[in-house]
């Protein structure tokens, strides 16, 4: 059968008609990308162009249009300083005229005063009001210096109306200053003339980033401040041409340009992409002969496959027929479908030798069919499950002629009755079947079988093949395995019995084993708590010798003193006794200071390592305290314990004496193994928190030696018991195993060493600042 996939079996002409309209689409698609991809870029650079030269043309005419305003201001300057001086006024309200280039001009003295007013005819009236107004304070007036000069604003205050406009302050070589105000319409109505139907917007940007006009109906003008934009800063920065920024509404193409003149920039932008017009248009046009292709190719495509699947479709056609067992063409007389493609004609010549082909291979597959050792026959299921053919290993195992059973049923033979037939039958599932049943012979014999059944469709026809394999002999021998398993089963049954033994008597030495290993635990820490008692004993010998020599030499200076007062006090006397007195005194003080600290020492770490209390501690009091307690057991070594650990900062809610009984076999380790046959060696100790980003502020402590280090082999072990690199050398093997247990079982952290042979050892805790709740047996910590 032909596997089916997803979208199921096509027939060659869906398959044509897909590859037709595939490849034209994807040339249709190659052919728009390329056109999209070579003329967009050029639209982008022609519209670059043109907004550049809408910009500068802009820019040009403003700068004309608003000088022949300059020029008018310059006319009356010059006016005033004639005849015409006495009719100030009256000189100044004809350059204004009706307002449309000049809204109001105000002649200006020195002082910052108005001395004359040229209004429209309109506005008049309030020339009284004007004259004399203090306008020093004027931004264009203190912009236009103390020389000659011109300064055009377009944010200037208006006098006449208190809003925003332009402004114009002019200084002639004479003195004469005019300040103008410009009206703000016709300021508009130019920028809007300028820019006719152009779908790009002009701002005119004053220095400070304010928004003087546009070319969108005054929409941005005064509202919208580009001060603090990146656009401002590169236009100030002088960067010319044409870049893309970004807006509120999106990115856009901009071009600027420049009037030294007026001080203004003039800041043209454009939308990109597929906001621009023309790439808008491109796109689309493309679009619209893509699908106008697409609908071409619909109606072509099926009349084209149609045609070239016509002539295949005859050929399979024919292949059925072969297939059936019909021959409509020999292989003398080649026949095919009358069709202009030469592959069809040679597969229809190659079909009709394929017939004989065939024919052939039946032949050779009859001939392995009988050849095949395995007793197999061939069975019509649609009609009583008559034999249609049976191998010679059949009939020699069932004692029939293939003559005599041809055509005939199962039933009709003998070799099983109806019943059992129908059972058989009954039992094919998914067309097969694999079980046993029980066939007769010819000469009456039951034959026990392996029957494999498969059905097969062959012409149409469905038919039964099954093989039948003789299991007897197997099935005896089976039985007298049988046999032997029970015996071995009896057998197993036996030792099993013995091992169970075995294995309690296993248990219960395994059982006095970990007594013993707890007992040479106690032991273990026993005598580490007894070195520590002999050490402090030790340490406290010279400070409680030198209080009690001290106090000696007191006496002794008292019964002098007592002496010499019988025969007659001294001055002398007296002062002896006092500096003997304070030499003694600091001296027992020392020294019993001292002591006491050692006490206080050895009592804390006592007091921590039997009661396994927890408590709040700081890590540099349990590592002080330890190495306090440990020093006179090294004070007659060549070893040294340096300790690096911030005095604060590493506070913690946990047990101490566990932390310092894994301290000291740490410490202890270093000493034993890491400087054996050394004459000199050095401890290190140090700690702090971890800083690490995701890290939950766990406290890290080392121990260092700069020893002789351990084998690679050994690292995998070293925490388990009796683990020991002085076995009969007085080493227990079972500190490190005490230390790991404290830190990993009460403490809740973790140990691990790091080590290089020659290049001493590091045993790294990493603890919680908060320890967990102990477990219910935590008395492995006494002693």
Known sequence: MLARGRWGVWTLRSHLSALLLTSMLL?????????????????????????????????ARMELLLGTRQDRLELLAALLQGPAAAHADRVLDEGVDDGAMLSAVFRVSPQGRVTAVGLPESLRARRGDLLG????????????????????????????????????????PAGETLL??????????????????????????????????????????GKVNIRNWPLMQAVREGSD????????????????????????YFIGHAPVGLANADVSNLVLGVGVAFFASLGIGLLMAPFWAGYL???????????????????????????????????YDRLSRHLAAMAVALRERELTFLAIFNAAPVPMAVTDADHGMRLLDANEAWCQALQHRREDVIGRTGVELGLFTAAESAELVARLQDDGLVGEGRLRRANGETMLCQ??????????????????????????????????????????????????????????????????????????KMAALGKLVAGVAHELHTPLGNGVMAVSAMGDATRSFQAAAQEGL????????????????????????????????????????????RRSFELSEVVHEMVVSLKPSFASQPWRIEVDVPASGLRMDSYPGALGQALGHLIENAVVHGFEGRTRGTVRITAGREDRPGGDGRIWLHVVDDGRGIAAGQLDRLFEPFVTTRTGHGGGGLGLHIASNAVTKLLGGTLTVDSVMGQGACFAMRLPVVAPDAPKDSGWLLP
């Open 309 to 343: 699947a016509r002539p295949l479709q005859t050929i399979v056609a024919r292949a059925t027929q072969t297939m059936r067992g019909a021959s409509p063409a020999g292989p003398d007389r080649p026949a095919g479908p009358d069709c202009r493609v030469a592959e």
């Open 570 to 613: 001294r001055r002398r006397d007296l002062v002896q006794l006092v500096e003997s007195l304070g030499q003694g005194v600091a001296i027992a003080g020392r020294n019993l200071r001292r002591a006491a600290e050692l006490v206080h020492s050895f009592k804390q770490v006592a007091v921590d390592q039997t009661s396994a209390q």
């Open 27 to 59: 040339t249709l698609v190659l052919a728009g990308g390329a056109v999209l991809a070579y003329r967009i870029p050029g639209l982008e650079r022609e519209s670059q162009q043109s907004l550049l030269h809408e910009v500068q043309e802009l820019g």
């Open 133 to 172: 107004s203090d306008l020093s304070g004027s931004s264009l007036l203190r912009a236009l210096g103390p020389g000659p000069g011109v300064v055009w604003s377009g944010r200037y205050l208006s006098v006449l109306t208190g809003r925003l406009t332009a402004g114009l302050a002019y200084r002639s």
């Open 180 to 221: 103008a105000e410009v009206p703000i319409g016709t300021l508009l109505d130019t920028m809007d003339t300028a820019a006719g139907a152009s779908p790009s917007s002009v701002w005119v940007v004053d220095p400070d980033g304010e928004i003087i006009a546009d070319t969108v109906g005054g929409r941005d003008a």
């Open 241 to 264: 041409g044409s870049r893309i920024f970004p807006f509120p509404a999106g990115a856009f193409r901009v071009a600027t340009a420049h009037s030294p003149a007026l001080g203004w």
């Open 451 to 524: 029957i494999y059944g498969r059905r097969a469709s062959v012409g149409g026809e469905r038919w039964l093949i099954w093989a039948s394999i003789d299991i007897g002999p197997m099935r005896r021998m089976q039985q007298q395995l049988r046999g032997l398993n029970r015996q071995l089963e009896a057998s197993v049954q036996q030792r099993t019995e013995a091992l169970g033994r075995s294995n309690a008597e296993l248990s219960q030495t395994a059982a006095r084993l970990r007594a013993a290993q707890r007992e040479l635990v106690r032991a273990e």
